[in-house]
């Protein structure tokens, strides 16, 4: 890829969500006055977080999982932050943020001053229409993978192999119980025709399911459910929440930006454990949501909600979590 067609994609895609609501979370003038202090950006992206936390002077390790994503941070980076200018020192690594721990031993990091998780994917993936995130590109693979080359289960191959039964537990927590089991019935019967290879054919069994719509198109929901499972991403999330949790030194802040109640739930679930065992101390009592004037610059962002906690304990006294 050449770096005018990074710079173009960079430009369209770009928005970071809750962006000074982040920053004061985690406390980042503070952080910066204390100088040599290191955040984990767990969802690096577009580096929108990243790089506004490195203007600060504060140092950044960003890990993103999807190899495209990270060398279109990698240019903004450059583009934004040069080295010779006083900002913190940005490291960028593709990396899943399940391995976590393994990205801060390679780097040489001991402990954190910060953890920023801005989940789920961007507006990149849907709009790339080859990786098959979009309902949109009915001709499009029906892929969904963050990483195509550690990963080998598709969206399509999820449709299927799975067994009519483990297809309603994966669409029922997003669709609820009643559409998820009408789905499952439908893609049983689509697949024995024909198997599932585009995103067309998911469409083909959304439309015969008959979803009511409502403000959001009924595929919406029945393509996150699908991306979810294909990346695993609650299983991921509860992995990287309780290692990144381990790694913040004391007084140190967590803040996770979720988009959906499957991620919420986790997170606050989270929170409230460690609060419980004394660990640390939960900051927004409430989930912050974005401003009306975010969501209208940025309709995106509306299912925002942003949390965070401060820990509690020492670091030599790390839990096992
Ligand atoms: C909402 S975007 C982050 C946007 C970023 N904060 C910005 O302002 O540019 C979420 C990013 O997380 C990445 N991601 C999702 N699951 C991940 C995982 N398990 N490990 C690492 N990165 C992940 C996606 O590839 C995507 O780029």
Redesign the pocket.
Known sequence: MQNKNLGMKVEKY????L?SEALEYLDIEYLARLHGTWVL??????????IEIAKRGVNVVG????PE?IKI?EARVRQACPASKGFGSILLAN?????IDAVLKYHRIESVDGV???????S??FEERDRGFSFRYHDAPLDMR?NRSTQAVTAATLLNVLSKSQLESMFSEVVGNHTARKLAVEIVKHREEKKFAVVGDLIEVVRAVGLKSGKIDPATKVFMALRIAV???LD??NV?LAKSFSYLNKDARMVV?S?HSGEDTIVKNFFRRVENEGLAEIITKKPVVPSEKEVALNPKSRSAKLRCIKKRICQEEKPNL
């Open positions: 770009h928005e970071p969500v962006l950006d767990a969802t690096v992206g577009f580096a929108g977080h990243t890990i993103d999982a999807d994503v941070a990396a899943n943020f399940r391995d920023l998780f801005d989940l789920g994917v961007s990149f993936h963050l990346n695993s991403e991921n999330l990287a930006i988009f």
